[in-house]
Nanobody, 124 residues
């Protein structure tokens, strides 16, 4: 079973950038599709971006298109590069993994394993 630890959150001004990282330990990382989600108080967790097991396919929420980039490397890390940040991007960001040999997944219920989350705050 893979375990996930997020990093890279923090406070940034509107228009700035952050790169989130999700380090995986245990399991066979290449067997997992990965996703980034975010959640604000009182709201449901929502997809930000997702990537297939081999990085060949990606998915972005409309709010992330053109500003965020998801990527993964062989060192068991998934990244979310966030540019042109807006105050409405403020949330706790979670990394998620789904054991699979195919596909990219945009629904939270599709994922088996979650990280503990990292806070991203964008000031206006």
């Amino acid at each position: 079973q893979v375990q996930l630890i997020e990093s890279g959150g923090g406070l940034v001004q509107a228009g700035g950038s952050l790169r989130l990282g999700c380090a995986a330990s245990g399991g066979t990382f290449s067997s997992y599709a990965m996703g980034w989600f975010r959640q604000t108080p009182g709201e449901e967790r929502e997809i930000v971006a997702a990537i297939s097991w081999n990085g060949g396919s990606t998915y972005y929420a409309d709010s992330a298109k053109g500003r965020f980039t998801i990527s993964r490397n062989n060192a068991k890390t998934v990244y979310l590069q966030m540019n042109s940040l807006k105050p409405e991007d403020t949330a706790v960001y979670y990394c998620a993994a789904r054991r699979t040999s195919a596909g990219v997944y945009s629904e939270a219920r599709s994922y088996d394993t979650w990280g503990q989350g990292t806070q991203v705050t964008v000031s206006s």
